[in-house]
């Protein structure tokens, strides 16, 4: 079993940023592939950025590339997303999540099997 906690979210005026954090805990995910996800009131889970532990390739939803960034911390077990720019459009939840680095397509919520509780992005115009 994995745990995730996430944190970092609040409220940001457009143009601001924030950095969320994830940290997990229990087995080890040195073999697995992080990602972050989002869902908007009314709107389906988004895929938002992702990162291989081992090696740290980098993958991003295209409505974040180039104002977002997903990094890992391996000595705190931590996946950072640090959020420029930000929008009205990039208000939701934010989930961390976890999953085997081969398990299926990085953008899919069924290639997690771990998922955290999730932290409200709030971005005011």
């Known amino acids: 079993q994995v745990q995730l906690v996430e944190s970092g979210g609040g409220l940001v005026q457009a143009g601001g940023s924030l950095r969320l954090s994830c940290v997990a805990s229990?087995?080890?995910?040195?073999?697995?592939?992080m990602g972050w996800f989002r869902q908007a009131p009314g709107k389906e889970r988004e895929f938002v950025a992702a990162?291989?532990?081992?090696?740290?390739?980098?993958y991003y939803g295209d409505s974040v590339k180039g104002r977002f960034t997903i990094s890992r911390d391996n000595a705190k077990n931590t996946v950072y997303l640090q959020m420029n720019s930000l929008k009205p459009e990039d208000t939701a939840v934010y989930y961390c999540?976890?999953?085997?680095?081969?398990?299926?397509?990085?953008?899919?919520?069924?290639?997690?099997?771990?998922w955290g509780q999730g932290t409200q992005v709030t971005v005011s115009s």
């Open positions: 990162i291989r532990w081992s090696g740290g390739s980098t």
């Open positions: 999540a976890a999953g085997p680095a081969t398990k299926g397509l990085h953008t899919w919520n069924s290639a997690y099997d771990y």
């Open positions: 229990g087995r080890s995910v040195s073999t697995y592939r």
